[in-house]
């Protein structure tokens, strides 16, 4: 199994320090994150042997709850902060829970085993422990005192309640109210009167089959619902599962939301969405989004408690609230309040609500009305004309009573059996039947649907903005070239054996053995250090779990640098404070305090950015760290070799350090001037990256254009790799085609950008922004936009879109949030499908549509004529055909043409317009032609079986 994917890009290096030993390294040199020591062994045994029972916790659930609700500082250091939460949730900040703890009855040890008597060897903890096992039946005690983190699950209509919805119509209770009392004369006529041979006791057969039919109708609508209901809850289901990461035992645990308990510690970054309540007890530059609790709308800085929680701290904000979003920042909170006690339990469960109609099952509703007002005003006036004849024949009549009453009940019956077969049910059912195909269909494609209505305006998408990295690409990077200080550069002869030229470049192995000590260790300091990936091992190999980009670097070091345990060099850096990478900044920083007591800034990021911050660079790597001023010519000149690596589709990133005396500080807040500090940097290298094209992405963008979609590339890359990778997929295949930087593009007014769009192929260095601007300049423009996206920042695009798609495995929450479609692969070739099973809903729906409407036309057309015409005022047609009639063309047809899967074909067509109407011309045609066809034919029947007249058809059809 890969773990690539699962572990967030941003993922905090804490979890390196806290779970794994670093014999023989100074307590001192250990890093920001190790720095809160264990507790004293004394302290340890006293927490191993106590025992526990439920009125251990000093603190109960709607304590917590209103604590983080207040948000009251004051109230958190009287209860004794971090350390008195500790102890009242009988938890550890350092290793968290026990993965063994079930009942508090009996004692737990906070290594994560339970207490024996026997004496027992120290047990070596591997290199870096991940688990993603959980046992369901664990923290049975604590789960029952604080709850689960789970909320109620609005409960579905049972099968009785759906066929009371199914028959809750007016029109049905006339035609059951009709039925009835037609089965009372029927039972009367049938027992109360004398019958002969030629006229048989069956008068009471119509009443039961009409409400036989009507049971049916019932059945097969309460049937089809609880099949949606079923599928929906399902699709629900899948969109809230979701993982977090939790310390267990001084172990990492990759747990389902709803596993998440009172007490646990919750490892948070950019992107998550907060599964519980809790406050912070250590993180770096943590900012929250907190408008869906609070309503405000500017990220809120939240700041890590301490474990002593001085006096002068009641000015900060470290309460972390349920559902908020992680905007900025890593981290780690301790677990307060879960499930319907937390913040957002308690707001949801008041605001949960039915999602309504998607806007085709709108359109369509309006339709089936006015087809509805067509079969009632035509069922009216059947009435009024049936019911003259009959006042009009009784004075002749030499019927009796009751036969008279029959009579009567059966024109009525007929009128409301009109009205019946003329209502369209079937309409929304189609749709609700293609949507809830599709998206289980989809599901199987990769492509799970967090918004219906984007089934249906997928198979009218115009564009597709999409994202070069793991979408088009394999996401799997590899460092290739590379160049350090103005004189050592390295190429990678088997990734590109036409370019290397022997006279100025070498082999890797070649440049990093040349390489003094000095540069090689400031080389593989600057990669690990400045560095979020964490490592694991499996199946007996090294794994860098998270960002691919740092996994790429990571691996490098490991193969050229000597790179030892990962968590051992990492130890032995005094981390200061770092700032994250940032798609709007395009660099990360991380600040360390160095032997000499001067502090260092490890800075990685865009060469373009970085570049212009450079006063010095590292005049000769191979003999040591002097460094020259940089002046225009080495600039120019590492800007043409960045520029060759971009024109052979390679990421650059550009690495560079500074080192201070001391720590510039904003005055006003007290935390580190990181603007201050990228100022005056020394280059030290480039290193490209080789991000390999897919082996479906050629094919999958060539079939979106056959299919009249333009397909864009919006990328932070720099113009040149990102025209190289668009050229090498098909994205330009024009020379009128643009390729534009983000920059520029923001530089233009509305007016230019519109001009600018239709042409526009490519977006390079771009920011989230730029993503977001360009899908609303094509919206208004006319175009239906779809847009992939992966990180929090994309989330405005996202939401901003007609189809927002984000990414499965690489994609943060917020993301996920904010999309229509979640591409569970994270490749091109699943939008292509998507747009396929978009377009064959529409497709569903109108085959339906148009055999719906004909066959409306034609039975209530000859239920109008043929009872008018007759002189016994019965239609060619009985009621009960008629309801049977109505029960296979609503739901069967339903079924039968709302499910069919979509041909291969369906692409070489264009898309239609967002204008286009549910009933075509061309399906106006045929409707006509075929309710000409159908009505003509058994009226022109006298012709064929020697009748005379309609009575006589009437015969011979019924």
Known sequence: MSFSGLIPSNFPNDILHEMTPTPGVNGSRMSFWSQIKPRSKHATEQSTQATFSSSAFSLDPDTLGDLVQSKDVQELHALGGVKGLEEALQTDVHSGLSVDETYLGAPVNVDGSTKSTAPTEKVAIPELPISTEFDHDAFIDRRKFFGD????????????????????????????????????????????????????????????????????????????????????????????????????????HDVPISEVVVGDIVHISPGDIVPADGVLIRGHQVKCDES?????????????????????????????????????GVGAYLVLATGTKSSYGRILLSLDTDSGFTPLQVRLSNLAKNIARFGAIAALVLFVILFIKFCVGLRNSTESASEKGQSFLNVFILALTVVVIAVPEGLPLAVTLALSFATTRMMRDNNLV??????????????????????????????????????????????????????????????MSRLSSQSRSLLRQSIVVNSTAIESQYDGGRQFLGSQTEAALLRFTQDYLELGQLDFDRASAEVVDLLPFDASRKYMITVVKLDNGLYRSYVK?????????????????????????????????????????????????????????????????????????????????????????????????????????????????????ARAIAEECGIINSPDDLVIEGDKFRSMDESQQKDLVPRLKVLARSRPDDKRVLVQRLKELGRVVA????????????????????????????????????????????????????????DAVKKFLQFQITITFTS???????????????????????????????TLAALALATDPPPRRIL???????????????????????????????????????????????????
């Open 605 to 721: 990021g865009a060469p373009e950015t970085l570049l212009e911050k450079c006063v010095a660079t590292i005049a000769q790597p191979m003999q040591g760290l002097s460094t020259a001023q940089i002046t225009q010519d080495v600039i120019e000149q590492i800007r043409q070799t960045i520029s060759q690596y971009a024109s052979r589709s390679l990421r650059t990133i550009a690495i560079c350090f500074r080192d201070v005396e001391e720590l510039p500080f904003r005055d006003e807040e007290g935390t580190i001037d990181f603007e201050e500090l990228m100022k005056e940097l020394t280059f030290h290298g480039i290193l490209g990256l080789r991000d390999p094209l897919r082996a479906d992405a050629w094919g999958a963008v060539e079939t979106s254009h056959k299919a009249g979609l333009t397909v864009r590339m919006v990328t932070g890359d720099n113009l040149l790799t």
């Open 149 to 252: 983190n789970r909320l109620p699950i609005k409960q579905s209509p049972n099968f009785l309640s759906l066929m009371w919805a199914a028959y809750n119509d007016h029109v049905l209770f006339l035609l059951t109210g009709a039925a009835v009392i037609s089965l009372a004369l029927g039972l009367y006529q049938t027992f109360g009167t004398k019958h002969t041979a030629h006229n048989p006791p069956v008068e009471w057969v119509e009443g039961v089959a009409i409400l036989v039919a009507i049971v049916v109708i019932t059945l097969a609508g309460a049937a089809n619902d609880y099949q949606k209901e079923y599928k929906f809850r399902k699709l629900n289901k899948k969109q809230k599962d979701r993982n977090v990461w939790v310390l267990r035992s001084a172990r990492v």
């Open 450 to 511: 967090r918004q219906l209505q984007a089934c249906e305006t997928m198979g009218q998408a115009t564009d597709i903005c999409s994202d070069k990295t793991g979408t088009l690409t394999q996401n799997e990077m590899t460092v290739v070239s590379g160049f350090f200080g103005v004189t050592s550069q390295f190429t990678d002869r088997g990734s590109s054996p036409d370019i290397l030229d022997e006279k100025n470049s070498s082999s890797v192995a070649k440049c």
């Open 292 to 328: 869906s609790a609070t309503g405000e709308s500017d990220p809120v800085d939240k700041s890590a408690i301490d474990t002593n929680l001085p006096n002068g701290s009641h000015e900060i904000d470290p309460f972390i609230l349920s559902h908020t979003k992680i905007v900025e």
């Open 787 to 842: 847009v992939t996206g992966d990180g929090t920042n994309d989330a405005p695009a996202l939401a901003a879109a007609d189809i927002g798609f984000s990414m499965g495995i690489s994609g943060t929450e917020i993301a996920r949030e904010a999309s229509s479609i979640v591409l569970m692969d994270d490749t091109f070739s699943s939008i292509v499908k998507a747009i396929m099973w978009g377009r064959a809903v529409g």
């Open 860 to 890: 209530v057309g000859l239920a109008f004529v043929s009872a008018v015409a007759n002189s016994s005022q019965e239609s060619v047609l009985t009621p009960v055909q008629l309801m049977w009639v109505n029960l296979f063309q609503d």
């Open 908 to 958: 070489d067509r264009k898309p239609e317009p967002t204008s286009t109407p549910l009933i075509t011309p061309t399906m106006w045609k045929m409707i006509i032609g075929q309710s000409v066809l159908l009505f003509s034919t058994p009226m022109s029947g006298c012709k064929y079986l020697t009748c005379t007249t309609i009575d006589k058809l009437s015969d011979h059809l019924t």
